[in-house]
């Protein structure tokens, strides 16, 4: 058996280090960003390169309506976060209903305009370096979309059986926070492909 | 010129060095960075002696203090008490941060003037514009301006240094990544598909010079070799006559001609002034110009010759030339019809 | 000032429980000390399995034309060796001291997302049985499978499905995604367990350099390997989905591919190396008995180093037919990088300068790393002048260079570490004789091998080459470079038998055995599961030291 003594003197200074969560929320957005700013570089790279095939300004349409209903969930995610610190339970979980909603007719909208472009305009994955880089990139969205709307529908599930309280709060904020990176996302790609890119 | 201390140490010890690492008699190393015979390698040898000699005098400095701190401060057994714990000192910090910076500007303009020099260089009006096409485990050269084809032996003019007659390549390749390495000619420059390079070389001395792949390219990247021929005027133009003219065939078709025109030879090898127009594999039209066969891989022996042709994994592993499944006598016959491929 | 004096005790061992159950604690784990130690041993069977597929390597180049194995296994052992050291041995044995001891020496209890760390640990160790399942499962269509053999940066388009049918480099594209998820997760825990955690009293100007060190590191994971994925996830697109993001055919670009490549993979051997430079940073002035020189500076000179090593990576890439300009700029940031790591050495120089150095195992290998360590930034200057890596890029030159770093600094570093943390991490003292034995076998194997490995490639030897001509003046210098592999494997032997002897064997080490100045050692050894029993607060940079020398604490000094 061995032991050791160690003086410890008692804290006597105030310790206010950053909360876990939203520090390892930063990373992973960063760690994110860093990818999508790749599948970015390649988008752009490719921009005029594309031997045949459709070209982008021939085949895209700016999805506005699509995109104010992402950009808007952004606005009633906040919100809802809001309510949660001050109690609001049953706001918040009309807000947070409505931000999944929106996040849902977003998806909507990109499987739309996919089936267009693939059905109609004959733009595949395949088809040329314009439908490489935009499937992935625009999927890329897509699927980080797609696990954030996850999250939320778990945390909507919690809540209506009730296990969602005002000091859940901080742990809602840290999720809203990849909610609100989602939406930054998406406005760098729209402007990458539907606006610099056309 | 001055004889700087590396250059005198290297010149001294280098050739003693590698004289000993060798069996008698041979040469030094063939592709021996230090031994330029361009002006590319050359001017990288001026700067890497440069570099060299700064890096020994800070790698002299530093490990003195190094040797010197180890054995004066080795503990002595005597000492009971901690030493004097010293937390740092502004005046150390700026000095070992300012001089370095001092020497990274110097080596930094010193390699950014070569870098001029070689990537910007003019392209003179007599220069001899080749290019080269890199293809898995092969190298294939054209001369557009004068018509020839060839594969493997790069024949080249020697550059007289009053007059220059240098040669520039454009690099271009069929599949893969390579990357085209004669050390004493220059440094290397990279062969990408859709993304054509150039680099240059004007030989100052006529001589084989050897080098290989140096990009990793697939199975047979080892035996990708280079050897480049660089002549006199007068060789040069001579060889460019021979290689011009289409194929010698005699009027009677030989059997060896009727395998080699029947079998799928022809899918992949051209022969000028036959039905043989493959471009997948080396041109044949003057195999028996070149020394090898393979790309280097072997002498270009009749007995190689048979060899390859019965199958070619014998001698390169992996390389892209499938064994045609031919008897012995029609590897005589094909064999003996490519001989006559002068 | 009201002050408690704790006494405690490693807790008695009752009856051992069953093997199944300690197994099980192994594997359900989610304590950052055990974590640890499973990434340190994970990381050393791959370091042998790398170290075997070397050895099968120059046994082949021992000669020239040799026939030890044929060209395609030899190119599979090179595409395996790069891929097993730097992700599945450097890499876990980097995280695994991370995870050890960074909680310990900031005061915390555990890493910040305990379970988190679990998850990594497994991706990452998945990712290695996947890579290595690729030798028996990899056949594919053409039955041109088994292990990978397009190099271990594999580039495009020789990873394109036309010129690598079959699955093997599928192998590898999915091994590395797997366990860069696994490494991103450890440098986000890594990253926010150093921000959030620490005790009280600890501001991050009083933290020890080992922890200002790997939250670099993990900055750097999160920026640097984060393009690896995305590259890969083009890769896989490309490879089943028929895109053509490297598709030079359609139009793509392989070059493209190396810059998403090297953009990864220049911050990533500064990953591996800021760990090294945080072992030297914690074992030299413990064994020269003095503080480190310069805290803030080599702070600030750690910054520096990993902000430009975003920026150099195209230093890979000389000979790829860049612009003159774009050329010049990366000689610029990489010959920059080596004033803050001269810097470094400086530093580390000035600590043992007026010190009283003592010659144990750890310290050993770290003088070597000082020695070594200058020559690889050394060569690496010689490297970054662009016209002379136009010669020297591709050969054994830059092979010497980059193992010099690799084994020369960072493997010499770690053993170092091994033997520092050892008693820690077993309560126990590792034999000194046979430390210092393996310290000299590895020492020479080490130069025989790669000092002379500079020669060939000053005489024209390209890399990845499964054998080359006689003639060429490369053949002597072939054969010392083997040579030099069964000194090193003798050394590593060494080392197995005295970990393994000494963690049932050795002396009972005691909680603090080398007389050492930070928060590990005011613990026991090995430390409980929870750490600390109560959260110590510190008030300077060596909070034993203080504790120690309570009439000259370093808090009166800085």
Redesign the interface.
């Known amino acids: 058996m061995s032991a050791s003594s160690v003086t410890i003197p008692e804290a006597e200074i105030r310790w206010n280090p950053p909360a876990r969560g939203p520090v390892g929320m930063y990373c992973l957005i960063a760690a994110e960003s860093a990818i999508f700013t790749i599948f970015v570089v390649a988008y752009i790279f490719y921009i005029g390169k594309s031997l045949t095939g459709p070209q982008p300004k021939d085949v895209l349409e700016v999805p506005v309506f699509y995109t104010v209903c992402l950009l808007s969930s952004s606005l009633t995610i906040h919100f809802a976060v809001k309510f949660l610190r001050s109690g609001k339970v049953g706001f918040f979980l009309f807000w947070w209903f409505l931000t999944i909603a929106l996040g849902g007719t977003f998806l909507v909208g990109t499987a739309l305009e996919w089936r267009h472009l693939i059905y109609v305009d004959g733009l595949t994955i395949q088809t040329n370096l314009f439908g490489t880089t935009y499937y992935s990139l625009v999927g890329l969205h897509a699927f980080h979309v797609t696990v954030g709307l996850l999250a939320l529908t778990a945390v909507l599930l919690f809540a209506l059986l009730g296990d969602v309280k005002q000091q859940h709060a901080e742990r809602v904020e840290v999720l809203s926070l990849y909610w609100h990176f989602v939406d930054a996302v998406w406005v760098v790609v729209f402007t990458v492909v539907y606006i610099i890119g056309r | 010129m001055r004889l700087s201390p590396i250059r005198a140490i290297l010149t001294l010890c280098g050739p003693a060095v ?1 004289a000993f ?2 069996p008698a008699g ?1 040469p ?7 031994a330029p015979a361009s002006t590319p ?1 050359k ?2 040898v001026d ?2 002696l440069f ?2 000699e700064v ?1 020994a005098a ?2 002299v400095v ?2 003195a ?2 040797a010197y ?2 054995v004066k ?4 057994a005597t ?1 009971g008490r ?8 502004t005046q ?2 700026l000095a ?2 300012v001089i ?2 001092l020497i ?1 500007v110097i ?2 303009l ?3 003037r ?3 020099v ?3 260089a003019e392209h003179p009006g007599n220069a001899i514009d080749v290019t080269v096409i890199g293809h ?1 485990f092969w190298w294939e050269y054209r001369y557009p301006s004068l018509n020839v084809v060839t594969a493997n032996e790069l024949h080249i003019p020697v550059s007289d240094p009053a007059h220059p007659t240098p040669t520039f390549l454009t ?1 271009l390749s069929a ?3 390579h ?1 085209f ?1 004669v ?1 004493r000619l ?5 062969l ?7 680099m240059w070389i004007d030989p100052h001395e006529t001589g084989l010079y ?14 990708m ?1 280079l050897r480049v021929y660089v002549q006199t005027r007068e060789e040069f133009n001579r060889w460019i006559q021979e290689q011009s003219r289409p194929a010698q065939v005699s009027s009677i078709v030989s059997e060896g001609q009727r395998i080699f025109e029947r079998t799928a030879c022809i899918n992949c090898h051209a022969v000028a002034g036959t039905v043989a127009n493959g471009r997948y594999g080396p041109d044949l039209t003057h195999l028996m110009s070149r020394d090898t066969i393979a790309s280097g891989a072997v002498p270009n022996t009749p007995e190689n010759l048979r060899r390859w042709i019965q199958d070619p994994s014998t001698l390169k ?2 390389c892209k030339m499938p064994a045609m499944g031919l008897s012995d006598p029609q590897v005589n016959a094909v064999a003996a019809y490519l001989e006559t491929l002068r | 000032m009201s002050t408690e004096s704790i006494t405690w005790a490693t807790p008695q061992a009752a009856t051992p429980p069953p093997l199944v159950e300690q197994l099980h604690h192994w594997v359900a784990t989610v304590d950052h000390k055990r974590l640890g130690i499973l990434y340190i041993l994970y990381a050393l069977v791959f370091l042998v399995a790398g170290g075997v597929e070397a050895t099968i390597m120059r046994i082949q180049l021992i000669r020239p034309h040799n026939h030890f194995v ?3 296994v030899f ?1 599979r052992m090179f595409t395996m060796h790069g891929t097993t050291m730097i992700f599945f041995a450097a890499m876990p044995l980097v995280f695994g001291f991370a995870n050890y001891l960074v909680p310990l020496m900031i005061g915390a209890r555990d890493m910040a997302f305990p379970r988190l760390n679990a998850f990594s640990f497994w991706m990452t160790a998945f990712g290695g049985l996947l890579l290595y399942f690729s030798f028996v499962g990899g056949d594919g269509l053409y039955g041109a499978g088994s292990a990978p ?3 271990w940066f594999a ?1 495009a ?2 990873t394109s499905q ?2 690598s049918p079959g699955h093997s480099t599928d192998f590898w594209i999915l091994a590395l995604l797997v366990s860069g998820i696994g490494s991103v997760g450890t440098a986000i825990n890594i990253i926010a367990t150093i921000l959030s955690l620490r005790c009280p009293g600890m501001t991050l100007g009083k933290m020890p350099l080992l922890a200002w060190l790997n939250l670099t590191m993990a900055g750097l994971v999160i920026l640097a390997v984060s393009p690896l994925t995305a590259a890969q996830v083009m890769l896989l697109v490309d490879r089943f989905l028929g895109g053509h993001f490297f598709d ?2 359609a ?5 493209i591919w190396m810059h998403f490549f090297w953009v990864f993979g220049h911050p990533e051997v500064y990953v591996l190396v800021i760990p090294a430079f945080a072992f030297a940073s914690e074992i030299i002035p413990v064994f ?4 480190i ?5 080599m702070v600030a000179a750690t910054l520096c180093i990993g902000f430009i090593s975003m920026s150099v990576w195209a230093h890979h890439m000389f ?3 860049m ?2 300009a774009e ?2 700029f990366f ?2 940031s990489t ?2 990088i ?2 803050p790591t ?2 470094k ?3 580390w ?2 600590t ?8 144990q195992t750890p310290m050993l290998f770290c ?1 070597a790393f ?2 070594q360590f ?2 690889a930034g ?2 690496g ?2 490297l ?12 054994y030159f830059v092979v010497a260079h980059f193992h010099y770093v690799i084994v020369g600094a960072i493997l010499f570093t770690s053993f170092g570490a091994f033997y520092y943390w050892f008693p820690k991490m077993s309560g126990r003292m590792y034999n000194e004789k046979f430390g210092k034995l393996h310290f000299w076998l590895f020492l020479i194997g080490f130069h025989l091998t790669f000092d002379f490995m500079h020669i060939p490639g ?12 006689p ?7 072939n054969l010392i470079v083997t040579i030099g592999v069964f000194f090193q494997a003798a050394g590593v032997l060494v080392f197995a038998c005295n970990l393994f002897w000494s963690y049932f064997r050795g002396q009972v080490a005691g909680s603090d055995p080398w007389d050492a100045w930070t928060l590990e050692w005011s613990t026991t050894s090995p430390p409980p599961a929870y750490n600390f029993a109560a959260l110590p607060e510190v008030k300077s940079r060596r909070p034993l030291w203080d504790l120690k ?1 309570p009439e000259d604490p ?1 808090w009166h ?2």
Not at chain 3, 384 to 395: K, T, V
């Open positions: 590698i690492a060798q041979s030094f190393s063939p592709t021996n960075i230090f390698a001017s990288i700067l890497s570099v060299l890096t800070i790698f530093v490990f203090l190094l701190v180890v401060f080795r503990r002595k000492h901690e030493p004097a714990q010293v937390y740092g000192s150390l910090e070992w941060t370095p910076v990274v080596l930094f010193a390699a950014a070569v870098i001029g070689v990537q910007n898995q690099l599949d893969t990544d990357s390495w050390p220059a440094g290397k420059t990279d990408i598909p859709n993304h054509p390079n150039s050897l080098g290989q792949c140096a990009q990793y390219c697939g199975t047979q990247h080892a035996k070799l592993p992996g | 044929s060209p395609e190119n053999d397009v190099g580039y388009p020789l036309t010129f030079t055919q139009g793509g670009s392989a070059v020269s008995r003095k503080a020189f310069g805290y803030p500076i000979t790829v037919g612009s003159a050329n010049t000689v610029f010959m920059a080596a004033v001269g810097i050495i400086f530093n120089l000035a043992m300068w007026g010190g009283q150095i003592h010659f003088i000082l020695f200058l020559i050394l060569t200057v010689m970054s002048a662009a016209p002379f890596d136009w010669q020297l890029g591709s050969s000053l005489l024209g030897m390209p890399r990845r080459i499964y054998t080359y001509e003639g060429r003046g490369w053949d002597i210098w020398h370093d000094y800085e």
